[in-house]
């Protein structure tokens, strides 16, 4: 990955993680509430899991590093996941002690659910890249 790709997933991330708290905690009192379901989940809840999907990613395209083996790309992906649970986490601490926001433990499940789900797929393309990696080098 050459430097200016790397400089662009930074200010993606860091973009990413404004909108994130924008989201978080922003006052949207005069939206309508809708209670709805989509197959069977809370949309609030859907909402969350897809606001929190993209963090693994953004962060692993971000470091442009590639890790050399199982255990480096391991240990990548989880100092990232628990970055992200960390924010995750504060972000409901926080809203707790607004009064226009709800903490929610439903909330942070569902982000834990989307960074869990989308660290392991970039542990797998990770994995895959450094098999790939490997092969050419032989």
């Known amino acids: 990955m050459t430097k200016r790709t ?3 997933f930074r200010i993606l991330l860091v973009l990413y993680i404004v ?3 924008i989201l978080c905690f922003g006052h949207f009192g005069n939206l309508p509430q809708i209670h709805s379901k989509i197959l069977g989940l809370e949309q609030d809840k859907i909402v969350h899991f ?3 999907l993209p963090f693994p990613l953004l962060c692993y395209w971000a470091d442009g590093i590639e890790p050399d ?3 480096k790309a391991i ?3 989880l ?3 628990l970055s992200g649970c960390l924010m995750a986490a504060a972000t409901e601490i926080a ?3 607004l009064p226009y926001r709800t903490a929610d433990p439903k909330d942070f499940l569902a982000d834990t659910i989307a960074l869990a789900v989308s660290s392991l797929a ?3 393309v990770m994995l895959i890249h450094g098999i790939r990696s490997t092969r050419t080098e032989q």
Do not use: D, N, Y
């Open 69 to 71: 083996g199982p255990r």
């Open 6 to 8: 790397i400089i662009l």
């Open 95 to 97: 809203q707790r002690f």
């Open 79 to 81: 100092s990232i996941f």
């Open 122 to 124: 970039v542990f797998i």
């Open 19 to 21: 909108a994130l708290l």
């Open 50 to 52: 897809l606001m929190f």
């Open 75 to 77: 240990g990548r992906m």
